[in-house]
């Protein structure tokens, strides 16, 4: 098996703890030989652990860029709004590339970024890892062997978890639209990519509504204060920054604010940085709840449900088909067949990769393409994902227009009309 050479472009969570582990797990498969990161501790850290020299740590990503390539691949973990540049430059490269999702906010960067990848005959894959999970390629193949007859509507609920919209939306790196993505896009664009997969066909119309109901100063309790560390209240509120980053359960998470996880570390962390912040005055301003109703071409329906407000983190789907019925959670899938009346249950075992054996699984099928590359689109290629953005895109004009109907093939048009008169 041919061994992969790879350079990461931001050593952050997904990148260098996502992603970058399966070349510690298999680095007869991959190597990581150059890394841009502007963290000095991320940088430092990762290249220490993949055998990185100096001369190829790099702060930023346009040094790196600038020079003759150096590997086969470039897998891209930078902040939403950062992914354009170093991708359109790394295809220029001929880099196949390995993309962190969403591609981008703004639709004209996703056009540009897919017909990049078109013109310098290169892969451009997105994380869209549920995919590659067994729990949700088991649902797609359930489907595609008509276990449950066609499929006539879906119901998807991604349930975000108290905590976790507190850490990463309310107070975190993606708690503002004008800073990251919408809601719909840094959360919810892999369940967009897994219904457009799972139905597989064109969704023609979108609606949706959803608000920022509950994190925002006025919901604030009475003598509360701007931070949890020095607030009256902290004990009685259920999103007490000292109560999750404290706790054994969820100390990691406060990897994201400090590199040591000592009380000491973690409790300056509180006092310095916006994890520390109060979520009813935090500058956040996304969703914390959102719905959005899809029709597809032959009639059929998805109704999908995003809502902070839930103990689990976790994603709970139902499909109807004409001769039976399959309902999905993390771990369990569950078959209804309408003739016999039988129930058939699979389980799922769990993984030891993150998202559920996503993130290994999508970097092994990445590798397997590139490997045996001859022009062909990846699993979760840069033209599928655009259609599930697409998706997403319209989702949030809707919301944002009371729940008005988008014609996606109307938007998509409308898109392709502002990209050919700037061009």
């Not at 991604?158 to 919209?165: L, P, R, S, T």
């Not at 290994?360 to 033209?383: C, D, H, K, P, W």
């Amino acid at each position: 098996m041919t061994q992969m050479n790879a350079i990461l472009i931001g050593a952050g969570a997904r990148g260098a703890g996502g992603y970058a582990p399966y070349a510690l797990d298999y680095p007869h498969e991959l190597t990581f030989v150059a890394v841009a990161e502007a963290d000095p501790i991320r940088r430092s850290r990762f290249a220490e652990k993949h055998g990185i020299p100096p001369e190829r740590c790099y702060e930023t990503w346009e040094p790196l860029l600038a020079e003759t390539r150096i590997a086969d691949i470039a897998v891209i973990c930078t902040q939403d709004r950062m992914h354009y540049g170093p991708t359109m430059q790394a295809l220029k490269q001929k880099y196949h590339v390995l993309l962190e999702k969403p591609m981008s906010p703004d639709p004209k960067e996703c056009l540009e970024m897919e017909q990049a990848a078109i013109q310098n005959n290169r892969l451009l894959t997105i994380c869209h890892v549920l995919r590659y999970t067994p729990f949700w390629s088991t649902i797609k193949r359930l489907i595609q062997e008509g276990t449950i007859g066609e499929v006539a509507s879906i119901q998807l609920n991604e349930n975000v978890g108290y905590w976790h919209i507190a850490h990463s939306f309310v107070r975190g790196n993606w708690n503002n639209s004008e800073k990251a993505s919408p809601m719909i896009l840094a959360k919810s664009c892999h369940d967009m990519d897994v219904l457009s997969w799972l139905m597989d066909r064109q969704c023609t119309q979108v609606s949706s509504f959803g608000s920022l109901m509950h994190f925002r100063e006025e919901q604030a309790p009475e003598g509360s204060a701007d931070r949890c560390l020095d607030c009256k209240v902290e004990s009685t509120c259920a999103y007490s920054a000292p109560r999750f980053y404290l706790s054994d359960q969820y100390k990691g998470w406060a990897g994201h604010f400090t590199q040591e996880l000592t009380k000491p570390n973690i409790i300056q962390g509180l006092r310095e940085t916006d994890y520390g912040r109060c979520v009813y005055r935090s500058d956040n301003n996304v969703v914390d709840h959102q719905v959005v109703s899809m029709e597809f071409e032959g009639g059929a329906t998805a109704m999908f449900s995003m809502c902070g407000f839930t103990y689990e983190q976790e994603r709970r789907i139902q499909i109807m088909g004409t001769g039976g019925e399959l309902r999905g959670e993390e771990g369990k899938i569950t078959i209804f067949d309408f003739l016999t009346g039988q129930k058939t249950e699979i389980s799922i075992p769990s993984q030891a990769s993150g998202h559920g054996g996503g993130d290994s699984g999508i970097v092994a099928s990445f590798l397997n393409e590139v490997r045996n590359y001859t022009g062909q689109e990846s699993l979760t290629s840069a033209s599928a994902s655009v259609r599930s953005h697409l998706i997403a895109f319209a989702a949030e004009k809707s919301r944002l227009n009371k729940g008005q109907s988008i014609n996606l093939n109307e938007y998509a048009q409308e898109l392709m009309a502002k990209e050919e008169s700037v061009n």
